[in-house]
């Protein structure tokens, strides 16, 4: 079992970056796959990023690619989502969320996205 701990969210202009982290707790995070989603107001919770356990495969929403960018370091147990040339439409609550090697999913508490424009 991992507990998730999500930082980094905030108020950002159009254009602007933001990176966001995600802490596990737990001795098993390296063999989790670990992913990013967000919840937009009035919106169903979205797929952004998605990190194998070892880092090796990415998967990216098309609406992001190109400009998120998902990260793992295993002996720090963090899973960052570094987010470039944000928009108004980014604005979200965003969730760190692990698969365990059983299938189980550990979400974080999220935390706020803001991009004005």
């Known amino acids: 079992q991992v507990q998730l701990v999500e930082s980094g969210g905030g108020l950002v202009q159009a254009g602007g970056s933001l990176r966001l982290s995600c802490a596990a707790s737990?001795?098993?995070?390296?063999?989790?796959?670990m992913a990013w989603y967000r919840q937009a107001p009035g919106k169903e919770r979205e797929c952004v990023a998605v990190?194998?356990?070892?880092?090796?495969?990415?998967y990216y929403a098309a609406s992001v690619k190109g400009r998120f960018a998902i990260s793992r370091d295993n002996a720090k147990n963090t899973v960052d989502l570094q987010m470039n040339s944000l928009k108004p439409e980014d604005t979200a609550i965003y969730y760190c969320?692990?698969?365990?090697?059983?299938?189980?999913?550990?979400w974080g508490q999220g935390t706020r996205v803001t991009v004005s424009s």
């Open positions: 969320k692990g698969r365990g090697p059983e299938g189980s999913d550990y």
């Open positions: 737990g001795r098993t995070f390296s063999s989790y796959d």
């Open positions: 990190t194998s356990w070892s880092g090796r495969g990415t």
